[in-house]
């Protein structure tokens, strides 16, 4: 559950505003989640309430926050633990070729995959012209 005051709503990307002397945070969140990557297999920080721990280290194995606690989300900003703020922005997955994940029983709607409709129509003329060309040697 995401706590409302952070401005987060389930099943939305987000990604972090990025400043020059600030520290990059190039994943996004996703349900209280921070991914670093697309394939959504480890999420490398979360939500607690709004605390956003980010279990990162340095180079020298140490939690790039004290503590693992980068700062606090509220109404779409993240104020971390040394008082910048960065402003959290929706991003729409389908920008970056990337399937949106589904909640639990959501049904699957028409537009979810349009790539697969126009292949299949692609597919269809293409044998539509192969048995015209067909007919036309005999």
Do not use: N
């Not at 779409?76 to 920008?95: C, H, P, Q, S, Y």
């Amino acid at each position: 559950m995401i706590d409302p005051a952070t401005g987060m709503r389930p099943g939305e990307r987000y990604s972090v505003e990025s400043l020059e002397r600030a520290h990059q945070f190039p994943g996004f969140f996703l349900d209280g989640k921070y991914y670093l990557g697309p394939e959504l297999l480890t999420a490398v920080g979360w939500l607690e309430g709004q605390r956003f721990i980010y279990d990162a280290l340095d180079a020298t194995g140490e939690p790039v926050f004290p503590g693992r606690a980068a700062g606090d989300i509220k109404d779409l900003t993240l104020t971390l633990v040394d008082g910048t703020r960065l402003a959290l922005t929706r991003i729409d997955a389908w920008a970056a070729g990337e399937a949106l994940p589904r909640q639990p029983g959501e049904r699957r709607k028409r537009h979810d995959r349009p790539g697969v409709l126009a292949v299949a129509a692609m597919l269809l003329l293409g044998g539509c012209c192969l048995a015209a060309l067909r007919r036309a040697r005999r």
